[in-house]
């Protein structure tokens, strides 16, 4: 009797922590800050250094923690996959030096991560049907990134980050996509929460979600899981959250 109660505990723990580290959770809160996120003063004209973009580094460098993580944390390392829970296949693909052991730097030919992103059967292909293919452009920078080296790169460069005139189109949509569109596409989306275009991502904008999310605010799930925004980016999503949310 002890001892199948202990198993049950176990079994039932097991579960909770898988559900705390997967894609199920509601992404933007545990309790949400009534009346969304005063945005009313936003600084223009932060400064930062470490940001996409930026004046001093190189724009024809793959950046590691900017560029290639978030895609891999997004698309692989969700729950029933290759995070630290499930771990399917013995695989954890949460950071440098788990993904860089199943690359071979300088061949992205002959590397297992870019064989299975490119792969043209669906029952081989990373990530799994039903989720959607990584795009061209992605499997582009997961390319040149192993080109250049497989390298764990910063972009350390100090400049001015631009906040003015954000655009949806040019900045939030790519962001999404490349850091939260695995876990909240259109298939089982986390917590029911899709943010695939314009409407979807307003919803959550307007609601203070968005912005207390990649913030880390007080009250609200830090986001994107096992990854974060530049200092630059958190505040270009605020000027644009501050401007109304311009679909433009």
Known sequence: MCGTL???VVVVVAIILMDLASCRHDPFFDNPIPGGVDTSSVDTTTSDTSTTGMSGCDPDSVYFNRDVLP???SSCATSGCHDEITHEEGLRLVDYDRIVRIVRAG?????TLYEVITEDRSSKR?????????????????????EQG?????CTASGICDTVNVSFGGFIMPLINNYCIGCHGSINPGAGIQL?????IQSAASSGRLYGAVAGLPGYVAMPQGSHLDACSISRIRSWVAAGMPDN
């Open 6 to 8: 202990g198993t049950l």
């Open 71 to 73: 895609l891999i944390i």
């Open 107 to 111: 061949k992205p030919q002959n590397s």
């Open 126 to 146: 990373m990530p799994p049907p039903p989720r959607a293919a990584l795009t061209a452009d992605q499997i582009g920078i997961i390319r040149k990134w192993i």
């Open 150 to 154: 497989a390298q764990n790169l910063e």
């Open 196 to 200: 695939t275009n314009y409407n979807q």
